[in-house]
């Protein structure tokens, strides 16, 4: 049996990938009141389910003492010692604040002349490598590749309190536009039209309503134009956002599929609505354009925007992303592009 002692974090992913990479079967978490306050644990506890999960809970006394840290692990250790058949054990100190790091640095000194296997790690998500000790060779850390190629997006949201409530695999055909749909992107005439759409008609209003008839009927298709936008929208108003949303996913997926990285990509969904699962898991929290996930448990989320999108939207849209996936997440807004000269002289000021 394999046991991982490590300290409950904000930073879940330092603590859950060398867990399911080294095959450990038990985590011994230790908690702060702090943590347990801040509810850090609560995603890897549903995670892992209470069969693999240990807890070890701090009192304020003890929290800020390395020896009491380190009496509290070792008398923990030898309670399971006498359950368990314990083969190894790894200290993973990549959690909690520095005076934790050095407790159960020293803790994994102290099993020196223990016969069991013993290792320290830490996750470093910014070299993509985790560092690992011997016991025997303390002074010589091992490097292993930090990746996690069987971890699904579902249980990445999940170690951090989120659950997805609807969405869509990347590859599926209702996902996809029609050809010369995709294709009218790279007309001129049509994004001058998109452009005077979103300029005049900013509240979504009926086509009807439009404010400069004169300029409209300048296209010679507007009326293809109009149908293809009618066709992304609902009822008789126009679609720019859906049209230019589906746009992204499907430039998306043929940017991934055309490259090296397709396999480095784990999962990849669109339309995908999620909640905090902590608090409610049926209320709607965020909704994004695409969710991917790597080896390397990071989550990036793109979303494609044809509005005025506020500094504080932004802001909002990525706290929610990091209480998903810690610092690690990166959030992406992608704009309608007009990069053709004559379309700059059409816009104006």
Known sequence: MKLMIGFATQQLQIIYIPFEKYECD????IETPFAVEKRWSEG???????RKYVQLMLSPKQENDISEIGNAIDLKIGVLKDIFPISEIYFNIGGGQKIHTIALWESFKMQNNSTINTWAVYADQTSKKIEKWSINNPKKAIHDELSLPSLKLAD????????VILSEKYTNDSVFMKEEHLAMWEDNDFRKFVLLLKENNKNKEQLDAFQNKEQLDAF?????????LIEYGKG???GLGKFFEKLVQQKFHQMITASSQENFITQAFVNL????SVVNDKNKEAEYDIVFCTEDVRMYVIDAKTYKFEKKENDAR??????????????????PYFTQPELFDFMGD
Request: proline content about 0%; some cysteine; overall charge positive.
């Open 220 to 228: 010679q298709n507007k009326e293809q134009f109009v149908e293809i």
């Open 236 to 238: 008789d108003k126009y």
């Open 318 to 335: 990525l706290h929610i992303l990091r209480q998903a996936n810690g610092v690690y997440a990166k959030f992406i807004v992608v704009l």
């Open 156 to 163: 990445m949201l999940c170690l951090y309190g989120k659950k």
């Open 26 to 29: 038990y985590l011994l978490l």
């Open 44 to 50: 890897l506890k549903n995670l892992l389910g209470e």
């Open 273 to 276: 609505d999620l909640s905090n």
